[in-house]
């Protein structure tokens, strides 16, 4: 990646774009073990989990919105999906700040994290940031939501479960753009894929960097605060965002699910 012209942070050794403006009542923090995280659906974990949710899909609107900023160039097409996006992950903040308040939360109650922010906008091409931000970690959220549906209907709170479902929707539609873009670009330039090999690649050292003990994290798991690492793979969702089936095999063989894969016909 070329040299950096925005602000920067160095994180355990990894050098970050600096986080964005938030509000004084927000207490930012840099790694997963300063967040505040339960496995349970207590009441204080259900707000936690609206609250870090709340502020990951503000981040997804920065990050659409800067990549608007630092690509003018981009197709026309591409820059209105990344317009849409914006739209969406607005309303997707309004829906759970209001859910929030409605349990008894209120903003700045819990830490938080601005790691795909600073991650995703340290890189320096378009197509990276696509393979970062919607086709690895807005995935990796469809994979949450995927599982965490469940959770809630089960303790019987279907109008969260109800909007985190209209959420999920919409992230398809964002992961599936990212990959209908990334093989376009790649089409007409197969340079293309070098910068996308590279931001994974970065994304990869700085999960390394970011977990307890410098663990790896499976695709798509967000170290700063998230229980992504004990969702399962999304899989129909992912086909609707037009992933290959090649790809949902090897997501499922790296998160320990080879059992899942489907035997190749003829294979014995």
Known sequence: MSAPTFPVKVVRGVTLRQDPAREPCFKVVQT????????????????????????????????????????????????????RQCYDEARHV???????????????????????????????????????????????LMD????????????GDHTTADMLEHILA???????????????????????????AQAIRFLAATDVAHSPGGAAQAPGVRPAGA??????????????AEFTDAEIDSFLQNAGLSSLVPAKAGKE
């Open 144 to 155: 949450l939501l995927g599982s965490l549906l469940k959770k809630w209907r089960e303790i």
């Open 227 to 240: 229980d992504y690492a004990s969702a399962g793979i999304n899989v129909e969702d992912r086909r609707l």
């Open 170 to 196: 919409d992230e398809v539609t964002h992961v599936r753009f990212a990959n209908q873009w990334i093989r376009r670009m790649a089409q007409q330039d197969r340079r293309v894929l070098l910068k996308v």
């Open 32 to 83: 997963g073990d300063e967040m505040f995280e339960m496995a349970d659906m207590s009441e204080t974990s259900r707000r936690e989990r609206l609250h870090r949710h709340m502020n990951n899909e503000a981040g997804a609107i920065e990050i659409a919105a800067q990549c608007l900023v630092d690509f003018p160039d981009a197709p026309w097409d591409l820059r209105m999906q990344l317009a």
């Open 94 to 140: 309004a829906a759970l700040l209001r859910r929030l308040l409605q349990l008894g939360g209120y903003k700045g109650e819990f830490p938080i994290a601005n790691y795909e922010w600073s991650v995703t906008c340290t890189l320096d091409s378009l197509a990276g940031r696509l393979a970062v931000q919607n086709r690895t970690f807005e995935a990796g």
